[in-house]
């Protein structure tokens, strides 16, 4: 059982930075590929970006790549995304996701969740 606990987001003008970071806890958590998907109002989740467990290889979506950047702290189980040029259409509730066997590019099928954190991007 991983049990993953996400911190920072808020509120920022367009144009601006915020970084939000999800620890991981629990029975060889280093060992979890992790990522963030995203969640807008009336929307289905978007896959963001995605870490895998020694840090050395990432993806990203399309609309964040160039902007978002993710990485792990593995002695901490920690995985921070660096989001730069916010924009507006980036408002979402962000979730940290983590799984031992699929890869990069089935987050959105990740079997651990946190419980989410709020980014709002003003106009």
């Known amino acids: 059982q991983v049990t993953l606990v996400e911190t920072g987001g808020g509120l920022v003008q367009a144009g601006a930075s915020l970084r939000i970071s999800c620890t991981a806890s629990?029975?060889?958590?280093?060992?979890?590929?992790m990522g963030w998907v995203r969640q807008a109002p009336g929307k289905d989740r978007e896959f963001v970006a995605a870490?895998?467990?020694?840090?050395?290889?990432?993806n990203y979506s399309d609309s964040v790549k160039g902007r978002f950047t993710i990485s792990r702290d593995g002695t901490e189980n920690t995985i921070i995304l660096q989001m730069n040029n916010l924009k507006p259409e980036d408002t979402a509730v962000y979730y940290c996701?983590?799984?031992?066997?699929?890869?990069?590019?089935?987050?959105?099928?990740?079997?651990?969740w946190g419980q989410g954190t709020q980014v709002t991007v003003s106009s």
């Open positions: 870490i895998n467990a020694d840090g050395r290889r990432t």
């Open positions: 996701a983590a799984d031992y066997l699929k890869g990069l590019r089935s987050l959105l099928n990740y079997q651990y």
């Open positions: 629990g029975r060889s958590a280093s060992w979890y590929n």
